[in-house]
C-alpha cells in the first residue's frame, strides 16, 4: 500500500542551525510528494511539491527538498532555521483512485527552535 | 482573494449528537475534500467532491456523510458522535480533478473546524 513514514516525531534545533526532516514513502510508480507546515492550531500550508524533472525542489520560506528515488525519500531541508519556523511538518503523497485522488500524509514532525 | 473557508472554527457537542461542518472553496475551485486530523496525527482523507459528485471515500463510517452544492461549497455530517471523533477536520479545494497530478488539482486547505465531542 502507498504510503508516507516520517520518522522523527519530535526535534529540536537551535535558531541558525540547519535542518533536515525526514520522508520516506513507499509508492509504485513516482510519486508526487509534498511537504506541508501546520502552525498550532492552523490549517496546512504548502512549502513545496515534486512531480517530476529536476530532483531539487524550492519552496517558499527558504525551505528545499531532495527527491531520491533509490532512497525513497524526499527530505526536508532549511540551511538556517528561524524560530518562527517551529511548527509541524507533514510529507504527502498523492494517489490517485479511479475518478479522483488524495493525498496520505505521514505522522508529522514537531519542530522546536531554541533560542 | 478569500482562501478557503469552514465554518464554524470550533464546537463542543455531546455524545450521540449530529454535527454539520461546512466548507467554501477557493472561487472558481470545483472540487472539495475533507480530511480529519486526530490530535498528534496527520489528516486522514474521509471524502472528495468534484462537480457534486462524490470521487472519492476514505475508511470512515457510515456515520459519515458529504455532499456538494451547486455553488460548489460542501458540507460534511456526522452522526452518532463518539468521542473518537474529537479531531480538527480540514478542507480543501482544488481547481479540478483529474487522472494524473497537474497544477490545478493542487490542495488548498482552509483552517479547520476544532470539533470536541464530550
Known amino acids: 500500500a502507498q504510503s508516507v513514514t516520517q520518522p522523527d516525531i519530535h526535534i529540536t534545533v537551535s535558531e541558525g542551525a540547519s535542518l533536515e526532516l525526514r520522508c520516506n514513502y513507499s509508492?509504485?510508480?513516482?510519486?508526487?510528494l509534498f511537504w506541508y507546515v501546520q502552525s498550532p492550531g492552523q490549517g496546512l500550508q504548502l512549502l513545496l511539491k515534486y512531480f517530476s524533472g529536476d530532483t531539487l525542489v524550492q519552496g517558499i520560506k527558504g525551505f528545499e527538498a531532495e527527491f531520491k528515488r533509490s532512497q525513497s525519500s524526499f527530505n526536508l531541508r532549511k540551511p538556517s532555521v528561524h524560530w518562527s519556523d517551529a511548527a509541524e511538518y507533514f510529507c504527502a503523497v498523492v494517489i490517485f483512485t479511479g475518478g479522483g485522488n488524495k493525498l496520505t500524509f505521514g505522522t508529522g514532525t514537531q519542530l522546536k527552535v531554541e533560542l | 482573494d478569500a482562501g478557503v473557508t469552514q465554518s464554524p472554527t470550533h464546537l463542543i457537542k455531546t455524545r450521540g449528537q449530529h454535527v454539520t461542518l461546512r466548507c467554501s472553496p477557493i472561487s472558481g475551485h470545483k472540487s472539495v475534500s475533507w480530511y480529519q486530523q486526530v490530535l498528534g496525527q496527520g489528516p486522514q482523507f474521509i471524502f472528495q467532491y468534484y462537480e457534486k459528485e462524490e470521487r472519492g471515500r476514505g475508511n470512515f463510517p457510515d456515520r459519515f456523510s458529504a455532499r456538494q452544492f451547486p455553488n460548489y461549497s460542501s458540507e460534511l455530517n456526522v452522526n452518532a458522535l463518539l468521542l473518537g471523533d474529537s479531531a480538527l477536520y480540514l478542507c480543501?479545494?482544488?481547481?479540478?480533478?483529474?487522472?494524473?497530478?497537474?497544477?490545478?488539482?493542487?490542495?488548498?486547505f482552509g483552517q479547520g473546524t476544532r470539533l470536541t465531542v464530550v
Open positions: 509508492y509504485g510508480a513516482t510519486p508526487y
Open positions: 480543501a479545494s482544488s481547481l479540478e480533478v483529474t487522472a494524473r497530478y497537474s497544477v490545478n488539482t493542487e490542495a488548498f
